[in-house]
Nanobody, 121 residues
Framework: QVQLVESGGGLVQPGGSLRLSCAASGIILPIHAMGWYRQAPGKQRELVAAVTSGGSTNFADSVKGRFTISRDNAKNTVYLQMNSLKPEDTAVYYC???????????????WGQGTQVTVSS
């Protein structure tokens, strides 16, 4: 129900930083939560970070202390600031938006197209 456009991916050296952006449009129902997932080759998609409408955040153990998720409600945009990047952070990163209806009915929500992050020297 929500259209998501991601940007900010690219190639970065280990120890570097990137900021991913996800702009949402077509919002009809209230958003329950937005999050970032990633999928590396040969691995399942995993939750990286999420923020709820109430401001609560959650991070994967592998990125705690290095990544930060934030939102700009006026711009309907969520960000993922990635610092101290490691080669194992290499993956396609996807933005997800979950409306209250999605949450109540067990729907997977809306997904962006994904943006590639490659950490390599």
């Amino acid at each position: 129900q929500v259209q998501l456009v991601e940007s900010g991916g690219g190639l970065v050296q280990p120890g570097g930083s990137l900021r991913l952006s996800c702009a949402a449009s077509g919002i009809i129902l209230p958003i329950h939560a937005m999050g970032w997932y990633r999928q590396a080759p040969g691995k399942q998609r995993e939750l990286v970070a999420a923020v709820t409408s109430g401001g609560s955040t959650n991070f994967a153990d592998s990125v705690k202390g290095r990544f930060t998720i934030s939102r700009d409600n006026a711009k309907n945009t969520v960000y993922l600031q990635m610092n101290s990047l490691k080669p194992e952070d290499t993956a396609v990163y996807y933005c997800n938006a979950l409306t209250g209806q999605d949450y109540n009915l067990g729907y997977p929500g809306s997904w962006g197209q994904g943006t590639q992050v490659t950490v390599s020297s």
